[in-house]
């Protein structure tokens, strides 16, 4: 680097290095995000109000078609702010393919799904088994709708829309495009091979993730370190198989079983509606208490049991290797 543009711009791939391109995308995503949440605000709610009416059947209280209606638009925004927001930085900034950030879509991606959303709902139900069991929890009441006179149908179908962009948009944004381009980046420290660059990635992007997680409600330390063991996981799902169909499966019914189905808390909140009504008891350092399975130590042996099946499935598959090369070897569009 001998002149003061090499520490911002690289002559060799024709784009800004790594800081650049971070710095690039908070900015894009920001500014993309407010735009689609105006239009969201303007032009989609009234169309949902219109549905949520249908849905509800013009039952329960007055506010109940808006509520969903603005809920729905508000994920609708989040959802496409984030990628739209992806591919415009992938596309301008990065030069890569959108599909490369772990949509390369074929019939082994929808297999990875399946075995994703299989894994969320088996290691979540296999917890509340456990609990149940040892008499930790207790049902008391089934198809629970927290806000009275609210339908538990169109909530909890509401839910499963609210834990899909969630899946989808953090798995995106953590593991498809963060992790990606931050292994990528450290690739070029000499000394550091490229699983050595995925694995401090992998650390990185999984603080951040549990980071993210410590204002919710009923956080602590060790909630943050579960959250964190977590992203782990979702993130090796992302790395064995290069693509963010297992990952985001697994996010997906992980969080919906945990919730909507079971009546636990997710990360620390109650979505006011589940399958099932529990009372919980036991120790909060076994199951998570307040905030939920992942700040308790059983939450975190499924985490565990979770990765180790993830790693044997992508060996099982052999796909540990091409999925590891395709998350730090870009394959950068042309600049003619």
């Known amino acids: 680097m001998d002149r003061p543009r090499d520490y911002v711009w690289n002559l060799q791939s024709h784009r800004p290095r790594l800081p650049v391109r971070l710095v690039l995308a908070v900015i894009v995503l920001a500014v993309f995000g407010f735009v689609v949440a105006l239009a969201a605000d303007a032009f989609l709610t009234a169309s949902l109000l219109t549905v949520a009416s249908a849905l509800t059947g013009g ?10 209606a603005r809920n729905v638009a508000g994920v609708t925004a989040s959802t496409v702010g984030t990628v739209g927001g992806v591919y415009l930085v992938g596309r301008f900034v990065d030069r890569r393919h959108f599909a490369d950030f772990g949509f390369r879509i074929d019939r082994g991606w929808y297999r990875d799904l399946g075995v994703g959303l299989l894994l969320g709902a088996g290691l979540m139900t296999a917890v509340f088994l456990v609990e149940l069991a040892l008499g930790w929890v207790r049902v008391t009441d089934t198809f629970r709708v927290a806000q009275s006179g609210f339908a538990f149908w169109p909530w909890v179908l509401w839910s499963a829309v609210f834990f899909t962009s969630v899946a989808l948009t953090e798995e995106l944004l953590l593991r498809g495009y963060l992790l990606t381009n931050v292994a990528e980046g450290l690739t070029w420290f000499d000394g ?3 699983t050595g660059a995925i694995a401090v990635a992998t650390l990185l992007t999984s603080a951040l993730f549990g980071v993210g997680h410590f204002g919710n409600p009923n956080a602590t330390l060790v909630s943050t370190l579960g959250i964190l063991l977590a992203g782990v996981m979702l993130a090796l799902g992302y790395v064995v198989s290069g693509e963010l169909a297992l990952p985001i499966g697994l996010h997906l019914t992980w969080n919906f079983f945990q919730g909507p189905v079971f009546g636990l808390p997710v990360s ?9 009504a529990v009372e919980q008891s036991g120790p909060t350092v076994l199951t998570g208490g307040p905030f939920g399975p992942e700040a308790g130590l059983l939450g975190m042996a499924a985490v565990l049991v979770g990765s180790g099946l993830i790693v044997a499935y992508g060996r099982w598959q052999r796909s540990v290797q091409e999925g590891s090369r395709a998350v730090v070897t870009p394959r950068l569009r042309s600049t003619d």
């Not at 620390?268 to 099932?276: K, W």
């Open 268 to 276: 620390g909140i109650d979505f006011g509606v589940s399958v099932l």
């Open 59 to 68: 039952g329960g209280p007055a506010s109940q078609p808006d509520v969903i």
């Open 192 to 194: 550091l091979s490229k």
